[in-house]
């Protein structure tokens, strides 16, 4: 089938949702909006001043782009952002559970805010993933007084609401939605970069790996609109944007809950012919929804980045099955070959967890084994961290701490000495980079990332962020490039 030949019904011109299935506007929005405004127009013309916010965002690409969202409302409501070491009158925390040490630094910060809060008069609000959870909301309520307002996924867009009542009533609220609601479109957004831009998708995920707590507090797939993607996409085109991430949990699965086949390949064709956008990415993908359409798309598609986030999670088919990933081993190597021959300079990169209840030497070798065969150019590795709720929490963990950490250590020694030996294939050779800005490390030198996803900081005269440039790379380690020059492509 010609998938780009079916497009067409997709194209632009579509400004407002279709009216399908779970779309709507939030209704009573700008009322919200509006009303906080007016507090705040008050307080500045008694006071001279601007009511001062400030948020600290934990956890995966979702809450980023979430942290945009929550960024929007709150300029529209008349707040002004400041940096985290500044003094604000509001303290955001936009939280993350997918693992414990993710949830105690979040009450660790929490906590170490509460001297802030008393000398200023100034607040906490604390909303995402963390808050989902029953348990955690009652943890909050009793021991951390200081957070005045707590919402959730399902409801980010009642925060003016719910800012407004606190404002007015100075009473603690707790509003957590149980259940996911339908997509709100045209929210107001705060972008963090100009040149490259976050893209959600799809919301929510189906999988129910046995160990990921993400389905219980994201809620099911919800797919976005086509046109309304498109659409998003065409804005940051005309804005300067370059790059966008396509985002979902499972990107893989976007259209499934529409009743449409393929529909996240059509996609990647039909953001081809926006204008001004250089570079398509997204994440995450599953190994067992990666069709040959989609691999198709890639080979076909010249926007769309030669790399792919893979995440294999365990070597193990054993293992596999009591995480419920639903795929072998040998589907996952046959699933790369793939990859492999459609886009031979794919550079892929995965997530892999230690320790998962039961795993024997023998199954730590099988990930090892995946290691080495693929070549990942960098994989993100975790201790597995039982979530409750989750199924792998009742099981018993049977392996010793100090075993856990041996095999850990292992894996980084021998995923650290792969990554160097594929970084330095790229010595001598002219990448194209997109320039993010000064690096953060040494703003005397300029940072940027290959189309593979590589960081590189490099020295060059006349380059500015979110210029696209050729870089001649002269020396590689495992986790950044060091280049030279940099002649404007774009
Ligand atoms: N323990 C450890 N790692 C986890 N991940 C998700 N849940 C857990 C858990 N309970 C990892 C997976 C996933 C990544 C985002 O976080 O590797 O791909
Ligand atoms: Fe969690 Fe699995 Fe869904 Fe990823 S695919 S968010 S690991 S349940």
């Not at 149980?178 to 709100?184: P, Q, W, Y």
């Not at 259209?255 to 059509?266: S, V």
């Not at 398509?280 to 198709?296: A, C, G, Q, W």
């Not at 030669?306 to 639903?326: A, C, D, V, W, Y």
């Amino acid at each position: 089938m010609d998938i780009k030949k079916n497009v067409s019904g997709y194209r632009l011109g579509v400004k407002k949702p279709q009216g399908g299935r779970g779309v709507e506007n939030a209704p009573e929005f700008s009322g919200w909006v509006e009303q906080v405004r007016n507090l705040n127009t008050a307080y500045t013309l008694e006071t001279g001043k601007t009511k001062k916010i400030k948020m600290d965002i934990f956890g995966c690409q979702m809450n980023e782009r979430d942290s945009e969202t929550i960024a929007g409302m709150l300029t529209d409501m008349g707040f002004e952002e400041v940096s985290k070491d500044k003094p604000a009158d509001i303290i955001i925390f936009v939280t993350c559970c997918v693992r414990e040490n993710a949830e105690e630094r979040i009450y660790g910060h929490i906590g170490a805010l509460s001297g802030e809060c008393e000398e200023n008069g100034a607040f906490i609000v604390s909303c995402g993933c963390m808050m989902q959870q029953p348990h955690v909301v009652e943890k909050i309520k009793k021991s951390y007084h200081n957070v005045k307002i707590v919402f959730g996924t399902h409801n980010i867009h009642t925060f003016p609401e719910l800012l407004y009542r606190y404002l007015t009533k100075k009473k603690r609220i707790f509003e957590v939605w149980e259940k996911e609601d339908k997509v709100v479109e045209e929210l107001p957004i705060k972008r963090t970069e100009k040149h490259k831009a976050w893209v959600n998708i799809i919301l929510g995920c189906n999988n129910f790996c046995s160990y990921c707590i993400v389905p219980y507090v994201r809620g099911r797939e919800r797919s976005r609109n086509m046109n309304d993607i498109l659409a998003e996409i065409e804005a940051l085109a005309k804005d300067g944007c370059k790059e966008i991430t396509l985002l979902g949990q499972n990107v893989n699965s976007y259209g499934n809950d529409l009743g449409e086949k393929d529909l996240f390949a059509k996609l990647l064709y039909a953001i081809e012919d926006i204008e001004g956008i250089e570079r398509v990415r997204f994440m995450t993908s599953h190994p067992k929804d990666l069709s040959d359409e989609l691999i198709n798309a890639m080979k076909n598609c010249k926007k769309v980045c030669n790399h792919l986030h893979l995440p294999f999670q365990s070597g193990s088919t054993r293992i596999l099955e009591k995480m419920n990933r639903r795929y072998t081993k040998e589907k996952y190597l046959s699933l790369v070959s793939k990859i492999k021959e459609a886009v031979p300079n794919i550079a892929l990169t995965t997530d892999i967890i230690v320790g998962f209840p039961g795993e024997t030497e023998e199954d730590f070798e099988d990930t090892l084994d995946v290691v080495k065969k693929v070549g990942f150019d960098a994989a993100y590795m975790f201790i597995y961290s039982p979530r409750k709720g989750t199924p792998a929490a009742k099981l018993e963990q049977d392996i010793p701490s100090e075993v856990i950490s041996t095999r850990f250590r292992k894996l980084l020694e021998l995923q650290t000495e792969i990554a160097t030996e594929l970084a330095k294939k790229t010595e001598g050779k002219t990448l194209e980079v997109l320039v993010d800005g000064p690096s953060k490390q040494n703003p005397e030198i300029l940072s940027g990332r290959t189309r593979e996803n590589r960081l590189v900081n490099f020295k060059a005269d006349n380059v500015n962020k979110g210029d696209i440039v050729n870089v001649e790379i002269i020396r590689a380690g495992a986790f950044w490039l060091e280049g030279r020059g940099g002649n404007k492509l774009g």
